[in-house]
């Protein structure tokens, strides 16, 4: 009797069968992994949108803080002035709001008389860009502390006042 050679169709059955076990195992993993760190780049992000907005405020005391996200960007090459402070890269301080970066959409709202008076505070604010790229909106204003919410369906309308980001959990 000869001998044959290779695999029977049952062998690679079974072998089928276990990539697709620890492929349904893994993939979740991954994902879940996946909108922890757009998570963690999201609320990092509205840190640096923090900190440039209040940056703006000192360097530009007439105009006090950001009345939007674009104030503080500029198209490259960038001039420094108050209506393109240069502080954020094209991307994060585009010339549109929102801003797309990190599976994340960004918005800044000046609150005040806006010009001339100057604006008296400022709410940033960031949304997933889908169900798969996060679970948490972010916002927050001059205090400088980072709040979040849940999402339900994302992206959610925008916390476009002090009073509304204010209430919520701080990061």
């Known amino acids: 009797m000869q001998k044959q050679k290779g695999f029977s169709l049952i062998e690679l059955l079974i072998v089928v069968a276990i990539i697709l ?10 994902l879940r992994s996946r ?15 923090i900190s440039n907005s209040l940056l ?5 005391p007439a105009f006090g803080y950001p009345a939007t ?3 503080l960007g500029g198209a490259i090459p960038c001039t420094a002035n108050s209506a393109t402070a240069c502080l954020l890269d094209a991307v994060l301080g585009c010339a549109a709001q929102p801003c797309s970066r990190d599976a994340y959409l960004y918005t800044v709202t000046g609150i ?3 010009a001339p008076a100057p604006n008296t505070d400022f709410v940033a604010y960031a949304t997933p860009t889908g169900p798969n790229a996060g679970n948490k909106n972010f916002c927050a204003t001059s205090d400088g502390v980072v709040r979040y919410v849940k999402s339900t369906a994302p992206p959610d309308a925008a916390l476009v006042t002090a009073a509304t980001c204010q209430p919520l959990l701080p990061l």
């Not at 076990?21 to 991954?30: D, E, F, Q, V």
């Not at 909108?35 to 949108?49: D, F, I, P």
């Not at 703006?56 to 530009?60: A, C, P, R, V």
């Open 56 to 60: 703006y405020s000192t360097t530009y």
């Open 21 to 30: 076990i620890i492929a349904a195992i893994a993939i979740p993993n991954l």
């Open 35 to 49: 909108m922890a760190a757009n998570e963690s780049a999201g609320a990092q992000t509205v840190r640096t949108v």
């Open 112 to 114: 005040g008389a806006g």
């Open 69 to 71: 996200i674009s104030v």
